[in-house]
Protein backbone atom coordinates (compact mmCIF):
# COMPACT_ATOMS: atom_id res chain seq x y z
CA UNK A 1 0.00 0.00 0.00
CA UNK A 2 2.72 2.20 0.92
CA UNK A 3 4.87 1.92 -2.44
CA UNK A 4 1.22 2.70 -4.61
CA UNK A 5 0.75 5.88 -1.85
CA UNK A 6 3.51 7.68 -2.53
CA UNK A 7 3.14 7.93 -6.46
CA UNK A 8 -0.58 9.13 -6.03
CA UNK A 9 1.14 11.86 -3.89
CA UNK A 10 3.74 12.83 -6.64
CA UNK A 11 1.15 12.84 -9.62
CA UNK A 12 -1.61 14.56 -7.53
CA UNK A 13 1.35 17.03 -6.29
CA UNK A 14 2.66 17.72 -9.96
CA UNK A 15 -1.29 18.52 -11.20
CA UNK A 16 -1.68 21.00 -8.51
CA UNK A 17 1.20 22.59 -9.57
CA UNK A 18 -0.08 22.71 -13.15
CA UNK A 19 -3.31 24.48 -12.10
CA UNK A 20 -2.08 27.33 -10.87
CA UNK A 21 0.71 27.65 -13.34
CA UNK A 22 -0.23 30.80 -15.23
CA UNK A 23 1.87 32.44 -17.81
CA UNK A 24 3.41 35.52 -16.87
CA UNK A 25 0.88 38.69 -16.77
CA UNK A 26 0.73 40.51 -19.89
CA UNK A 27 -0.45 41.23 -22.95
CA UNK A 28 -1.99 38.00 -25.40
CA UNK A 29 0.88 37.37 -27.85
CA UNK A 30 -0.85 35.05 -30.41
CA UNK A 31 -4.50 33.83 -30.82
CA UNK A 32 -5.06 30.82 -28.42
CA UNK A 33 -2.40 32.15 -26.11
CA UNK A 34 -2.59 33.38 -22.41
CA UNK A 35 -2.93 36.98 -21.63
CA UNK A 36 -5.10 40.19 -21.99
CA UNK A 37 -7.12 41.71 -25.05
CA UNK A 38 -8.50 45.04 -24.74
CA UNK A 39 -11.10 47.02 -26.78
CA UNK A 40 -12.35 50.12 -26.75
CA UNK A 41 -16.11 50.91 -26.99
CA UNK A 42 -16.51 54.58 -26.39
CA UNK A 43 -14.21 57.16 -24.83
CA UNK A 44 -14.81 55.83 -20.71
CA UNK A 45 -15.94 52.10 -22.15
CA UNK A 46 -13.78 49.37 -22.73
CA UNK A 47 -14.38 45.45 -23.16
CA UNK A 48 -11.50 43.25 -21.42
CA UNK A 49 -10.69 39.88 -22.06
CA UNK A 50 -7.77 37.67 -20.02
CA UNK A 51 -7.68 34.17 -21.73
CA UNK A 52 -5.67 31.62 -19.59
CA UNK A 53 -5.29 28.26 -19.00
CA UNK A 54 -6.55 26.53 -15.50
CA UNK A 55 -9.36 27.54 -12.85
CA UNK A 56 -11.61 30.39 -14.17
CA UNK A 57 -11.15 32.23 -10.82
CA UNK A 58 -7.54 33.51 -11.20
CA UNK A 59 -8.26 34.54 -14.76
CA UNK A 60 -11.49 36.70 -13.45
CA UNK A 61 -8.88 38.30 -10.89
CA UNK A 62 -6.54 39.04 -13.77
CA UNK A 63 -8.87 40.24 -16.12
CA UNK A 64 -9.88 42.59 -13.09
CA UNK A 65 -6.27 43.85 -12.89
CA UNK A 66 -6.40 44.71 -16.28
CA UNK A 67 -9.64 46.39 -16.36
CA UNK A 68 -8.01 48.43 -13.29
CA UNK A 69 -4.73 49.16 -14.69
CA UNK A 70 -6.45 50.30 -17.56
CA UNK A 71 -9.02 52.72 -15.78
CA UNK A 72 -5.71 54.26 -14.13
CA UNK A 73 -3.84 54.81 -17.89
CA UNK A 74 -6.66 56.30 -18.99
CA UNK A 75 -6.78 58.84 -15.99
CA UNK A 76 -9.75 57.62 -14.31
CA UNK A 77 -10.14 56.71 -10.74
CA UNK A 78 -12.97 53.81 -10.85
CA UNK A 79 -14.79 51.26 -12.40
CA UNK A 80 -18.02 49.17 -12.72
CA UNK A 81 -18.52 45.80 -14.27
CA UNK A 82 -21.35 46.37 -16.80
CA UNK A 83 -21.52 42.99 -18.15
CA UNK A 84 -18.98 39.92 -17.54
CA UNK A 85 -18.55 36.65 -19.54
CA UNK A 86 -16.81 33.42 -18.74
CA UNK A 87 -15.74 30.40 -20.96
CA UNK A 88 -14.96 27.70 -18.77
CA UNK A 89 -16.25 25.22 -16.21
CA UNK A 90 -15.40 24.77 -12.68
CA UNK A 91 -13.62 21.32 -13.48
CA UNK A 92 -11.07 23.37 -15.89
CA UNK A 93 -8.15 23.36 -13.46
CA UNK A 94 -7.82 19.62 -15.11
CA UNK A 95 -5.05 17.33 -13.54
CA UNK A 96 -5.45 14.57 -10.89
CA UNK A 97 -9.41 13.39 -11.41
CA UNK A 98 -10.16 10.02 -10.13
CA UNK A 99 -13.32 8.14 -11.91
CA UNK A 100 -14.61 5.04 -10.74
CA UNK A 101 -16.07 2.53 -13.39
CA UNK A 102 -18.56 -0.89 -12.32
CA UNK A 103 -18.95 -3.38 -15.17
CA UNK A 104 -21.52 -6.42 -15.41
CA UNK A 105 -21.44 -9.62 -17.26
CA UNK A 106 -22.92 -12.54 -17.94
CA UNK A 107 -22.51 -15.55 -19.96
CA UNK A 108 -23.63 -18.91 -21.28
CA UNK A 109 -22.20 -21.81 -23.26
CA UNK A 110 -23.59 -24.51 -24.54
CA UNK A 111 -21.62 -26.81 -26.94
CA UNK A 112 -20.02 -30.28 -27.71
CA UNK A 113 -18.47 -30.68 -23.92
CA UNK A 114 -21.43 -29.82 -21.99
CA UNK A 115 -22.81 -26.06 -20.77
CA UNK A 116 -22.47 -24.02 -18.73
CA UNK A 117 -23.49 -20.08 -17.45
CA UNK A 118 -21.20 -17.65 -15.70
CA UNK A 119 -21.14 -14.02 -14.81
CA UNK A 120 -18.91 -11.45 -13.06
CA UNK A 121 -18.69 -8.19 -11.39
CA UNK A 122 -15.64 -5.46 -12.49
CA UNK A 123 -14.59 -2.37 -10.32
CA UNK A 124 -11.61 -0.13 -12.80
CA UNK A 125 -10.27 3.35 -11.18
CA UNK A 126 -9.24 5.75 -14.04
CA UNK A 127 -6.82 9.07 -13.46
CA UNK A 128 -7.06 11.82 -15.92
CA UNK A 129 -3.81 13.45 -16.57
CA UNK A 130 -5.11 15.82 -19.22
CA UNK A 131 -3.88 18.65 -17.91
CA UNK A 132 -5.45 22.23 -17.14
CA UNK A 133 -8.04 23.51 -20.23
CA UNK A 134 -8.41 26.99 -21.31
CA UNK A 135 -10.73 29.61 -19.61
CA UNK A 136 -11.06 33.24 -20.26
CA UNK A 137 -13.08 36.30 -18.38
CA UNK A 138 -14.41 38.97 -20.31
CA UNK A 139 -15.40 42.43 -18.69
CA UNK A 140 -17.14 45.09 -19.69
CA UNK A 141 -16.36 48.34 -18.10
CA UNK A 142 -17.65 51.97 -17.74
CA UNK A 143 -14.63 54.43 -15.81
CA UNK A 144 -15.27 57.79 -13.69
CA UNK A 145 -13.58 60.05 -11.79
CA UNK A 146 -14.15 60.98 -8.18
CA UNK A 147 -15.15 58.97 -5.32
CA UNK A 148 -16.46 55.26 -6.39
CA UNK A 149 -20.38 54.50 -6.49
CA UNK A 150 -21.65 52.53 -3.83
CA UNK A 151 -22.57 49.74 -5.67
CA UNK A 152 -21.48 45.95 -6.29
CA UNK A 153 -20.10 45.64 -9.34
CA UNK A 154 -18.02 49.21 -8.54
CA UNK A 155 -14.06 49.13 -8.05
CA UNK A 156 -11.83 51.57 -6.59
CA UNK A 157 -8.83 50.82 -9.79
CA UNK A 158 -5.96 51.64 -7.40
CA UNK A 159 -7.41 49.26 -4.83
CA UNK A 160 -7.96 46.67 -7.28
CA UNK A 161 -4.63 47.19 -8.57
CA UNK A 162 -2.37 47.07 -5.63
CA UNK A 163 -4.38 43.87 -3.84
CA UNK A 164 -4.53 41.47 -7.04
CA UNK A 165 -1.37 42.82 -8.63
CA UNK A 166 0.83 41.99 -5.53
CA UNK A 167 -0.39 38.08 -6.53
CA UNK A 168 0.55 37.55 -9.92
Known amino acids: MKRLTLPLIA ?32 SDRYRVTYYGVGAPGPVADLALLRAAELTLAQGHDWFEVTQRWTDGRPDSAGGLRPSVGVGYGSGRYSGRYGSYSSSGVGVGVGLNFSGPSPTSTTLEVIMGDGPRPDRPQAYDASGVRDSIGVRF
Do not use: D, F, K, V
Not at 22 to 30: F, V
Open 11 to 42: AAGLALSACASLAPYGPQQSPGGQGYTEQRIE
